[in-house]
């Protein structure tokens, strides 16, 4: 589950990682009613409007700009709130901006010194390690980084069985050059951002740029917050963060009714059950020549309603022009499901792209037999590569 950055923000501010202050409006008065408010508590009249979206880049799409008075804030967040915000990491359309996030002025007037550094913490799966990965060229894009200049990127590997050493926190420091004060404070800002990362339950914290002030202050300016959904369970309060508005509106939908979907760019749609053989069979599709349109698992239970819902998730694309149901019956029979799937395609009336059907298991014969006296435009199938001819002949 990804958050905005002023949610991040508070995470990391709880666990003791200091943060470049700010508050929400969705109202340019709420603007200028919170810059007010900072004002006040940090004595800055400058202020830093940022666009809460789930995308990078958005200082390149203009959702990020400076303040230098209450009329300004006023007029950049009316332009900013209500926007269509397009950065390198969103669609053509963009995001809808919902809302800004008015934020302290922390690059001191006149201040020639300040210093920006790249820190992010996620996990290596390859080596079962969690893996903090630093660099001296923060505020720019990592990814360029590692492209043009590769021997600038540092990383640190964590035992999770053994924590954050206080060695290793120190040679992060060292590595980004610091000293006296300030490299001690990187050492307490590594260890409370590891921290932070570890008790949240996350797999991604990504701070760009972690800035170095003339008077040694490490703050964290932004903040990219990914939370592991497996673990939300332990965390009521941050999953109460999720912000469905800047989440895929299929795929919201299909959570809502127990479904697991993930849309895709392709052609072929997948209805499955179990994510491994979702994966086997948006291998099939290609192989046939088609291009998945999505990653759509319905568990274990794959009655009339489940198929009818996923069914109609799947035809709301409209790039789809063939369906591939590949169930496998072990704890459900096949011959139900294939009773829901000829009650579901009743349902729905027409349905004017082809179906190829394919249950393996307990009672596939008995379920072939259901499909092939349904009377219905649906094709069924027993093996792996006769599903795959089949979808290959409607797609050629």
């Known amino acids: 589950m990804n958050l905005h950055e002023y949610q991040g923000k508070e995470i990391l501010n709880s666990f003791g990682v200091e943060i470049q202050r700010g508050i929400v409006a969705t109202t340019p008065s709420e603007a200028v009613e919170a810059a007010r408010k900072l004002t006040e508590e940090t004595g800055t009249g400058w202020h830093v409007i940022k666009a809460q979206v789930h995308a990078g880049g958005r200082g390149k799409g203009g959702g990020v700009k400076l303040a230098k008075n209450l009329g300004e804030v006023e007029e ?4 900013i709130i209500g926007m269509n915000l397009v950065t390198p990491q969103t669609s053509a359309e963009g995001k809808k901006v919902h809302q800004v996030l008015i934020a302290e ?8 010194e300040p210093e920006e550094y790249y820190m992010s913490v996620l996990l290596d799966r390859a080596k079962g390690k969690n893996m903090i990965m630093y660099s001296t060229e923060g505020g720019m894009d990592i990814e360029a980084v590692a492209e043009e200049t590769p021997h600038l990127i540092f990383t640190e590997e964590i035992d999770p069985a053994v924590g954050l050493l206080p060695f290793q926190a120190r040679r992060i420091a060292f590595n980004l050059g610091l000293s006296g004060i300030a490299f001690k404070k990187m050492t307490k800002f590594v260890s409370a951002l590891y921290t932070a990362y570890i008790k949240s339950d996350s797999s991604l914290f990504e701070i760009n740029p972690v800035l170095k002030t003339s008077d040694d202050r490490i703050i964290a300016v932004d903040a990219k917050v990914t939370l592991d959904d497996n673990a939300l369970f332990r965390h009521k309060d941050y999953a109460a963060l999720r912000d469905e508005r800047e989440e895929n509106p299929i795929e919201v939908e299909a ?3 127990g479904l697991n979907y993930v849309d895709l760019d392709g052609n072929v749609g997948c209805m499955v ?3 491994g053989l979702a994966m086997a069979t948006m291998d099939l599709i290609k192989q046939a020549g088609g291009e998945p349109a999505n990653f759509l698992d319905v568990g274990g239970t794959a009655d009339a309603e489940r198929v009818e819902a996923a069914f109609k998730i799947i035809l ?6 063939a369906i591939l149901v590949n169930i ?12 829901g799937i000829v009650d579901a395609y009743k349902n729905m009336g027409n349905i004017n792209v082809p179906i190829i059907v394919r249950l393996q298991g ?22 792996f590569q006769e599903a795959a001819d089949k979808v290959q002949a409607v797609m050629s």
């Open 76 to 79: 950049i967040a009316g332009q």
């Open 105 to 112: 002025d922390v690059y001191y007037p006149g201040d020639s």
């Open 255 to 257: 959570k809502a009714v």
């Open 273 to 275: 059950n179990g994510a």
């Open 316 to 321: 709301r694309d409209p790039s789809v022009k």
């Open 328 to 339: 496998f019956g072990g704890i459900v029979r096949c011959d139900r499901v294939a009773q």
């Open 362 to 383: 307990t009672n596939a014969d008995l379920a072939k037999e259901i499909i092939d006296n349904s009377g219905l435009d649906v094709q069924s199938a027993i093996e």
